[in-house]
């Protein structure tokens, strides 16, 4: 059985460093193809990806936020953690973790979309 | 504004049939990129719903499906029932932004 759960800071004030942990079970992030991925979701208002990270350490982050995430895992803990420093009122979101499977398209490109998710966590920045 | 663009709502009557359209452009979809639909009732975590355009994780009931033409993907529910009244995403990969992107969603009313 997989499953993914999200820990952290319900309450964090601005310019201050939003650190998250994703826990989970069930799959190993040493396996070859698997990721771990952060999406976020704003009160009322669409997903958003935020970064992944694969089982080879291969990272990726959206260009917007870039500068400000930092995405580690440790395998030996079955963790993923997500740091976003300077945090901002518009960070107010529901973040959730989520795995990628290992799939690719008939072409032999990798496919990414996420196949079991975490409940979520309600991050609220304010002073 | 998501660059892939859905109806903010649908709605339909229990037992009949709905579509969900995601529209793209030669940079997303048009340009190959597979389509994944999510499904995400209130207070909860999105759950996935299809895959690659067409494909249905193990226990997804065949009321739902998916396709892909040109620029745009559709997803499909047919024998409407109660709990399907859920929002529903899009998602796939942009080239322009070289980011894995949402859709607006859109939320399915069932009358």
């Known amino acids: 059985q997989i499953t993914l759960k999200e820990s952290g800071p319900a309450l964090v004030k601005p310019t201050q460093t939003l650190t998250l942990t994703c826990s989970f079970s069930?799959?190993?992030?040493?396996?070859?193809?698997?990721?771990v991925g952060w999406i976020r979701q704003p009160p009322g208002k669409a997903l958003e990806w935020l970064a992944l990270i694969y089982w080879d350490d291969d990272q990726r982050h959206t260009p917007s936020l870039k500068s400000r995430l930092t995405i580690i895992k440790d395998t030996s803990t079955n963790q993923v953690v997500l740091s976003l420093t300077d945090v901002d009122p518009a960070d107010t979101a529901t973040y959730y973790c989520?795995?990628?499977?290992?799939?690719?398209?008939?072409?032999?490109?990798?496919?990414?979309?996420?196949?079991?998710w975490g409940q979520g966590i309600l991050v609220t920045v304010s002073s | 504004q998501s660059v892939l663009t859905q109806p903010p709502s649908v709605s339909g009557a229990a037992g009949q049939r709905v579509t969900i359209s995601c529209t793209g452009s030669?940079?997303?979809?048009?340009?190959?990129?597979?389509v994944h639909w999510y499904q995400q009732v209130p207070g909860t975590a999105p759950k996935l719903l299809i895959y690659s355009n067409i494909n249905r994780p193990s226990g997804v009931p065949d009321r739902f499906s998916g396709s892909k033409s040109g620029t745009s993907a559709s997803l499909a529910i047919t024998g409407l029932q109660a709990e399907d009244e859920a929002d529903y995403y899009c998602?796939?990969?942009?080239?322009?932004?070289?980011?894995?992107?949402f859709g607006g969603g859109t939320k399915l009313t069932v009358l």
């Open positions: 989520a795995r990628r499977p290992d799939y690719y398209d008939s072409r032999g490109n990798p496919v990414v979309f996420f196949d079991y």
């Open positions: 030669s940079f997303n979809i048009g340009e190959g990129y597979d």
């Open positions: 069930g799959f190993s992030l040493s396996t070859s193809g698997l990721a």
């Open positions: 998602q796939s990969y942009d080239s322009t932004v070289t980011d894995w992107v």
